[in-house]
């Protein structure tokens, strides 16, 4: 789809549910434009390989849940293609850091030292950004840039699956984009919502809203097992 062959390893599933929209003129414009960023001496976060590495983690087939965000993190070294998710060794940002505390109200799960969320994604969790890159120190930078195509049909992708999956919306942003999808709301699938786990919202309903005990006990009433969260 782009100049660096962001498709190289993503899951079968995954290219024929984004085919289309892979060969799209818009897409191949999105390529082209990441290139002309960085040829321009932008540092565009995650790096390349990592780009799409919540598709890759997380093969179509394998969803159970799916959690929405807006953008990567723009500081050196944060980003690296899962929402909300941090490489090892970086310090745990505030909205993870609020995740951690309602999961451990939640579900009595003491928050690990790092915010590295890949073993949520191999189990089925879909931690997906609305955009899929960022300039650096630019929140928001590549928002409507041609990512919105990918991650909404990746989105309604999910949604027609037979078997039910969990949405976990959190914050207003992420309500809008998943509820572009018709018929999701009243569909097979477990639609929560809440406001976002940010500090500046947390207070207003997150903490409290035990999405992870409510999804695993979704799942498990539809024979689709639990996430070790």
Request: aromatic share 6%.
């Amino acid at each position: 789809m782009d100049a660096s062959g962001a498709m190289q390893g993503v899951p079968p599933s995954w290219q024929a549910a984004l085919g289309p929209v892979l060969d799209s003129p818009e897409s191949r414009h999105l390529g082209g434009w990441l290139q002309a960023e960085e040829d321009a001496g932008k540092r565009i976060y995650p790096p390349r390989g990592s780009r799409l590495s919540a598709l890759e983690l997380t093969p179509l087939d394998e969803v159970r849940v799916v959690i929405l965000g807006q953008d990567p993190y723009h500081g050196a070294g944060q980003a690296h293609g899962l929402a909300f998710s941090v490489a090892h060794g970086v310090r745990v940002p505030p909205s993870l850091a609020n995740m951690y505390k309602e999961l451990a109200t939640d579900c009595g799960v003491t928050a690990p030292g790092h915010g590295n969320l890949e073993h949520w994604a191999r189990q089925g969790v879909l931690l997906l950004n609305n955009a899929l890159t960022v300039e650096e120190g630019q929140a928001g930078s590549h928002q409507k840039k041609g990512w919105e195509a990918i991650t909404d049909a990746a989105v309604a992708a999910v949604a027609a699956k037979a078997e039910p999956c969990v949405f976990l919306l959190w914050g207003n942003h992420a309500k809008k984009k998943a509820m572009r999808v018709p018929g999701l709301a009243s569909s097979h699938h477990l639609v929560l919502t809440a406001p976002h786990p940010s500090p500046l919202s947390a207070h207003a309903g997150f903490f409290g809203s035990r999405p992870f005990s409510q999804a695993n006990a979704f799942l498990e009433a539809n024979g689709r097992g639990r996430i070790d969260w």
